[in-house]
């Protein structure tokens, strides 16, 4: 099975709001980095969000920036992106990863564990 789990994703209206969900299997997910990326139709794999093993920092795409909220729970092992005011722009496949500590770590390529996604469609 995939160590990451998401969910969360699905059909929605332009200017609603999803929030996903990430899911590790196991406490050891609790010590790195965790955040999202997506690849929408015709796009590359785009940065989306990261927040660092203790919770304490994060950042975020530029697409991202101002609308998304990323956070982690108490065991730092499920991972959250609360999207706001999405747009048809934003449809994509929405996929999990952890690895690294930091969100630099992460960012500059430390990922090492994936899951297998889940679809946002924002209609119009």
């Known amino acids: 099975q995939v160590p990451l789990v998401e969910s969360g994703g699905g059909l929605v209206q332009a200017g609603g709001s999803l929030r996903l969900s990430c899911a590790a299997s196991?406490?050891?997910?609790?010590?790195?980095?965790m955040g999202w990326f997506r690849r929408a139709p015709g796009k590359d794999r785009e940065f989306v969000a990261v927040?660092?093993?203790?919770?304490?920092?994060?950042y975020y795409g530029d697409s991202a920036k101002g609308r998304f909220t990323i956070s982690r729970d108490s065991a730092r092992s499920t991972v959250y992106l609360q999207m706001n005011n999405l747009r048809p722009e934003d449809t994509a496949v929405y996929i999990c990863?952890?690895?690294?500590?930091?969100?630099?770590?992460?960012?500059?390529?430390?990922?090492?564990?994936w899951g297998q996604g889940t679809r946002v469609t924002v209609f119009s």
């Open positions: 990863a952890a690895g690294g500590q930091s969100t630099t770590d992460f960012v500059q390529g430390g990922t090492h564990s």
């Open positions: 196991d406490r050891s997910f609790s010590n790195y980095a």
């Open positions: 927040i660092n093993w203790s919770g304490t920092s994060t």
